[in-house]
C-alpha cells in the first residue's frame, strides 16, 4: 500500500521542477492529485508526462482573488483534501535599484499574500488530518545577490508554519515548510543554457555537500511531509539544501 493511499493533494505549480517532480511521488504512493500551472499547454504536457489520471488546474498564482476560484473548482470535483503544497512562486532576482513598486507587488501577490488567502478559502475542504508543505527557500535565511525581496517573500512564507500551526491545530491540519538550496529544475532556464550552466556552478561552489540538490530528493521529502509518518512534525522547516541554510561556506 502506497504512503498517500486515499488521500487528495493539491500541488501549485506542478508543470516543471519541484511541483511535477512531487506530483509524480505522490501518485506513486496512492494519492489522487491536482496540480496548477498558468497554461493549459503546459498541464497537458505535466500529465501526459506522469501517465496518470491527475486533475489540470489553470490558475495563476499571484492572483489573490483567483484563490478562492480554485478552492471552489476543487471543492466541485473532489469530497475532500488531505495535502496542500504550495510550491508555485515567483523567483524575481534583481539589483536593489532595478525593483519597481509593480514588481515588488506581484512577488509579495505570488509568494505571500496569495497562498495565506488559497489556505483560507481551502479551509472547509481539508479532512481532519491534513499536511500543509510551504515551499521556501535557503534564500529565506542567507543573503544571496539579487535575492533581497525573493528571501524576504520566502522568509514570509516559512513563517506562516508556525503561525497557522497554532491557528490550524484544532481543524487537524499540520503546517510544515520545506526549503530547497540550490537545485536543478527549470527555473534559471531563462537565462539560456551557458549562463545557467555558470550559475550553477557558483552555486555548486556554495553548498556544503559540493552539489546541486535534484527535484526528485525535493519530492521525496514532500511525500514525508504529507504522509503520516510526520504527524507529529508541525511547525516547522525541513531543510533540503545541501547543508547551505545552516553552515558556514
Ligand atoms: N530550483 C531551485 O534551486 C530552488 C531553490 C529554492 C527554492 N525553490 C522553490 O521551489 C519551488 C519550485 O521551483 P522550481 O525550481 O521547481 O521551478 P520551475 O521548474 O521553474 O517550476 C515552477 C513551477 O511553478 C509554476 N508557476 C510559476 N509561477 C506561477 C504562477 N504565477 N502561477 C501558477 N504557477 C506558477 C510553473 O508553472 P507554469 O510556468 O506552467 O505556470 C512551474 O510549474 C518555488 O517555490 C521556488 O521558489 C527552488
Not at 476560484?69 to 532595478?98: C, F, G, Y
Amino acid at each position: 500500500m502506497g504512503r498517500l493511499e486515499g488521500k487528495h493533494a493539491l500541488i501549485t505549480g506542478g508543470t516543471s521542477g519541484i511541483g511535477l517532480e512531487t506530483a509524480r511521488e505522490f501518485l506513486a504512493e496512492g494519492a489522487s492529485v491536482a496540480i496548477t500551472g498558468r497554461s493549459r499547454e503546459r498541464l497537458a504536457a505535466a500529465a501526459r508526462e506522469l501517465e496518470a489520471p491527475l486533475l489540470t488546474l489553470v490558475s495563476d498564482a499571484g492572483d489573490v482573488p483567483g484563490q478562492a476560484s480554485l478552492a471552489a473548482r476543487l471543492q466541485a470535483e473532489w469530497p475532500k483534501l488531505d495535502i496542500l503544497m504550495s510550491n508555485a512562486a515567483d523567483v524575481t532576482h534583481l539589483p536593489v535599484e532595478a525593483w519597481t513598486e509593480e514588481a515588488f507587488d506581484r512577488i509579495l501577490a505570488t509568494n505571500l499574500k496569495a497562498p495565506f488567502f488559497l489556505v483560507k478559502s481551502l479551509l472547509p475542504l481539508f479532512s481532519k488530518q491534513s499536511s500543509i508543505i510551504l515551499v521556501g527557500s535557503v534564500s529565506a535565511y542567507v543573503g544571496h545577490e539579487n535575492a533581497t525581496v525573493y528571501g524576504a517573500s520566502k522568509a514570509g512564507l516559512l513563517s506562516y508554519a508556525r503561525g497557522l500551526t497554532y491557528e490550524l491545530k484544532d481543524h487537524g491540519i499540520r503546517v510544515n515548510g520545506l526549503s530547497p538550496g540550490p537545485t536543478v529544475t527549470n527555473a534559471l532556464s531563462p537565462l539560456g543554457p551557458e549562463r545557467q550552466a555558470a550559475v550553477y556552478e557558483e552555486l555548486r561552489r556554495t553548498v556544503p555537500l559540493h552539489r546541486l540538490g535534484s527535484a526528485t530528493e525535493l519530492a521525496k521529502a514532500a511525500v514525508y511531509l504529507a504522509s503520516d509518518e510526520s504527524a507529529y512534525t508541525a511547525g516547522t522547516v525541513l531543510r533540503v539544501d545541501g547543508g547551505i541554510g545552516e553552515l558556514a561556506y
